[in-house]
């Protein structure tokens, strides 16, 4: 299983970026997957969850600004993030479930996201 993230960077406070993530060597329609964040010192966060139906699922903290999506066709997950904070600052990791399952089980390598003026 391969989970390969892209698009991070550094952006100004109140900006936007879009990560996405490539998957292969999964059945990717069964798959949920999800987007995790940890910040400098602190605990490994969920930010988002799709699930193969397209259910969504979200952290508090970024509800209304960050939208998780996928697509089937490319087995690609994507998570655009607005009205971007210095407190969203980490390394957003992309995660694949199990077929049928809802966890994380397999991990990408992470991609640096930084918000600072």
């Known amino acids: 299983v391969q989970l390969v993230e892209s698009g991070g960077g550094l952006v100004q406070p109140g900006g936007s970026l879009r990560l996405s993530c490539a998957a292969s060597g999964i059945i990717f329609s069964i798959s949920a997957m999800g987007w995790y964040r940890q910040a400098p010192g602190k605990q490994r966060e969920l930010v988002a969850r799709?699930?193969?139906?397209?259910?969504?699922v979200y952290a508090g903290t970024v509800e209304s600004r960050f939208t998780v999506s996928r697509d089937n066709a490319k087995d690609k997950v994507y998570l655009q993030m607005n009205s971007l904070k210095p407190e969203d600052t980490a390394v957003y990791y992309c995660?694949?479930?199990?077929?049928?399952?809802?966890?994380?089980?397999?991990w990408g390598q992470g991609t640096q996201v930084t918000v600072s003026s």
């Open positions: 995660t694949a479930a199990k077929p049928f399952k809802d966890s994380a089980d397999y």
């Open positions: 799709i699930r193969r139906g397209g259910t969504t």
